[in-house]
């Protein structure tokens, strides 16, 4: 059974970094293409970063240069470094697998991300 779950979530000020991890289990991972999507409320999920199995990586207009994405196929886990964030960053970010060979997609529960001033 395929498990995504987030984590690394938290409150900082505008300029701070974060960074989320994203635990893959289920013997998916190395097949799998993840990415980071974000949601606020009324809001519909947005993709932040996302990065093929083959570790080609791209990002939302909105966090470039600012947001690095990665994947370490022996730990099963994906990262998002935040860097010089900003108040508009404040979501929920949920991780995404797609595997390589299935039709299905897998969810995180999210980790809440929030930049106050």
């Known amino acids: 059974q395929v498990q995504v779950v987030e984590s690394g979530g938290g409150s900082v000020q505008p300029g701070g970094s974060l960074t989320l991890s994203c635990v893959v289990s289920?013997?998916?991972?190395?097949?799998?293409?993840m990415a980071w999507y974000r949601q606020t409320p009324g809001n519909e999920r947005e993709l932040v970063a996302g990065?093929?199995?083959?570790?080609?990586?791209n990002y939302a207009n909105f966090v470039q240069g600012r947001f690095t994405i990665s994947r370490d196929n022996a730990k099963d886990t994906a990262y998002l470094q935040m860097n010089n964030l900003k108040i508009e960053d404040t979501a929920v970010y949920y991780c995404?697998?797609?595997?390589?060979?299935?039709?299905?997609?897998?969810w995180g529960q999210g980790t809440q991300v929030t930049v106050y001033s």
């Open positions: 995404h697998a797609k595997p390589k060979y299935s039709p299905n997609r897998y």
């Open positions: 289920g013997r998916i991972f190395s097949t799998a293409a």
């Open positions: 990065v093929t199995n083959g570790g080609r990586t």
